[in-house]
């Protein structure tokens, strides 16, 4: 007689920070699609409601990414809900800084480096107590390796962000792998000022002659933080179409 056997697939679990447009929304629907459970955070209400509405496989919190308390409630109800959080991706990201750093409000740098740089240390040290298994993915960007005008606390935070990448990768090591990725001019909402004057002729900017699309960050995401990239820790891959050439 033969016997039937059955294999007992178990979702694993990833929390996107910021998921409710550009790379952030991308990503979360590239894990969805992959068969994962998907979390997602907003600072806003009514923008996490209307993904949750267009999307039912997706889940998700109000929780601001510069907000301990958020984080730790967050990590903690997600691994009640499923039994285990995978994969943490720090997207969240904000720019009120723009201007000359001897210009700038510097309350608008201190909300710039409190989201950007001190968000992902804290929901990566909250995932980690709430039982993270797998992996952290930090979105950084090619404005952490390259300085440019107009940018610099934002660059600062996101260079920082590059460095801790690595720090974290050290001291979560072997257990959790930490890596990151570092976009060029993507087509989304917080870098439309830097493409939406003259789209072409910020493509140009680039070798391929074309800005980024959010898909192409979230499918590098998702390797990043699969099984595929196993072997992989401690590294930043810059994605930015030939930008830095």
Not at 21 to 43: C, H, M, P
Not at 190 to 215: T, V
Not at 219 to 226: D, K, M, P, T
């Amino acid at each position: 007689m033969r016997n039937n056997y059955y294999t007992l697939t178990i979702m694993k679990t990833a929390l996107v920070t910021g998921g409710t447009r550009g790379i952030g929304l991308s990503t979360a629907q590239k894990f969805i699609d992959e068969g994962w459970n998907v979390y997602i955070t907003s600072r806003k209400e009514e923008n996490l409601q209307s993904v949750l509405s267009a999307n039912t496989k997706i889940k998700g919190f109000v929780a601001r990414a510069d907000d301990l308390a958020a984080a730790t409630e967050t990590c903690k109800k997600i691994v009640d809900e499923t039994g285990s959080l995978d994969v943490l991706i720090n997207n969240a990201g904000t720019n009120p800084s723009g201007g000359s750093l001897l210009d700038v409000d510097l309350s608008a740098v201190q909300k710039t480096w409190d989201v950007n740089l001190m968000g992902p240390l804290m929901w990566t040290r909250e995932a980690v107590k709430a039982g993270l298994k797998e992996s952290v993915l930090n979105v950084c960007s090619v404005g952490g390796i390259k300085p440019s005008h107009y940018m610099g606390a934002y660059n600062i935070s996101k260079a920082g962000l590059i460095y801790m990448t690595k720090q974290l990768a050290m001291e979560l090591a072997p257990d959790i792998r930490v890596n990151g990725v570092a976009p060029a001019v993507v087509k989304t909402k917080l870098s439309e000022m830097l493409w939406a004057g003259d789209e072409q002729g910020s493509a140009d900017l680039h070798a391929l002659k074309k800005l980024g699309e959010p898909e192409d960050i979230a499918s590098l995401i998702y390797f990043l933080s699969s099984d595929d990239s196993a072997w992989i820790t401690g590294e930043v891959v810059t994605i930015d179409g030939g930008f830095l050439l």
